[in-house]
């Protein structure tokens, strides 16, 4: 949680320029934390998710017959888990440049340029943000180890083969052919 105040006071300080530094009427400080933290818990949800139904087939054996479809499942979305994160972060800068340039003094309003300057220095610090402090590292060591169990599954690793069956030849049966006179016969 410190780690989120110290990135809202970099904030504030890389827009120190505002009227009313730290109390900003239109700028909802937790907003802003839940939507990097949003992001991170979103990716880290769906990692962990994939990892238990990537488990099925892999680990205990269950489904197999669907494993090539759980493991595109598997793939995709572990993949998604890792962006999952800076998703997050980029959709919780909009709000906060809106309010920072809604507070700026009369006569010193914001331009666009400098909207989008400010914008893409905020994306810049939460996207480095959310995968160092919030967890976001978390979302993506889950959504590879899911996307790399999905791989095994497809190729039917471990329990994820699928089993083969066994086909019974019918045999004649062996009638032993005796030649020349039989035993006892004389």
């Known amino acids: 949680m410190a780690a989120i105040h110290a990135l809202l006071f970099l904030n504030s300080l890389a827009f120190s320029w505002a009227c009313q530094t730290g109390d900003w009427s239109g700028f909802d400080q937790d907003a802003y934390a839940g939507s990097l933290w949003g992001g ?7 990692g962990l998710l994939m990892i238990i139904l990537v488990s099925l087939p892999l680990c205990c054996g269950v489904m197999k017959k669907q494993g090539k479809v759980i493991g595109a499942i598997g793939i995709l979305l572990g993949l998604l888990s890792l962006i999952i994160p800076y998703f997050g972060a980029m959709g919780s800068c909009i709000p906060f440049m809106d309010a920072a340039c809604a507070d700026r003094c009369a006569g010193s309003e914001c331009t666009q340029e ?23 590292w978390l979302a993506c060591i889950l959504g590879i180890v899911a996307a790399s ?24 049966p062996v009638v032993p052919i005796v030649v020349g006179q039989p035993p006892g016969a004389a």
């Open 40 to 46: 991170s818990i979103g990716g880290i949800v769906v």
């Open 114 to 136: 400098q909207k989008d300057a400010a914008l893409a220095l905020c994306q810049g610090l939460g996207v480095i943000f959310v995968y160092l402090g919030v967890f976001g």
């Open 149 to 172: 169990m999905a791989c095994c599954v497809c190729c039917q690793c471990c329990n994820a083969k699928l089993d083969t069956e066994v086909v019974a030849v019918q045999q004649t």
